[in-house]
């Protein structure tokens, strides 16, 4: 895991954080935010929690490209991420924003792909609500209740964690703010490009 702050130039991120927090950026709303595809869940199926529910903006995928009016104006981040990850192409890329919770909320542990890649967080806006990294992959442990905290990071406006795509992660609400913004992105190597359209097909 990579931690870099003050990660954007200061006025090209305070653009991005209005985009992001204005009446004008559209949001979508997910019943749950971190799945169901690929998440602890597929392998212990258990009711769905109230608080799972999220919104997302997808900004690219690999099979469509730019997805979104906002794409040519985050392009510059997701290029800048991509020089430091040492892989060849951005896979997918979007922002999420989950708001804020009476009670502490940690969703369901899981990754993002099941193919090897690059994660990263790169955190908007300045809230709490800890990105929670497990030191296991999705096949490594047979009950997802007894995993392990390998480390968390709390978010910081402008901060960017890169992280290895195989292991389980999960984030939480926040509780002091009204939000917590932030886009993640994730990122391969060229020869790793047929088995993540496989897995697709």
């Known amino acids: 895991m990579?931690?870099?702050?003050?990660?954007?130039?200061k006025t090209y991120h305070k653009n991005i954080l209005e985009i992001l927090a204005g009446d004008k950026f559209e949001w979508v709303y997910n019943d749950n935010i971190?799945?169901?595809?690929?998440t602890a869940q597929m392998a212990h199926p258990e009711p769905p929690h109230f608080n799972e529910y999220g919104f997302t903006h997808t900004f690219w995928n690999e099979e469509k490209g730019a997805t979104s009016p906002f794409a040519p104006f985050i392009q510059p981040l997701l290029y800048q991420i991509l020089d430091i990850t040492n892989c060849d192409l951005i896979w997918?890329?979007?922002a999420d924003m989950v708001t804020w919770s009476k009670e502490d909320f940690i969703y369901p542990a899981h990754i993002?792909?099941?193919f090897p890649n690059t994660g990263s967080v790169f955190y908007v806006n300045e809230s709490d609500g800890d990105t929670i990294f497990y030191n296991a992959k999705r096949t490594d442990v047979a009950d997802y209740k007894d995993l392990k905290e390998y480390d968390r990071v709390s978010p910081k406006a402008n901060r960017l964690v890169l992280f290895d795509g195989d292991f389980l992660h999960t984030g939480c609400s926040p509780t002091k703010h009204k939000q917590r913004i932030l886009i993640n992105s994730n990122y391969i190597k060229q020869?790793?490009?047929r088995q993540a359209l496989e897995e697709f097909s």
């Open 2 to 9: 990579k931690i870099i702050d003050n990660f954007l130039t």
């Open 34 to 38: 971190t799945g169901p595809a690929w």
């Open 92 to 94: 997918r890329a979007r």
């Open 112 to 114: 993002d792909y099941p």
């Open 191 to 193: 020869h790793d490009k």
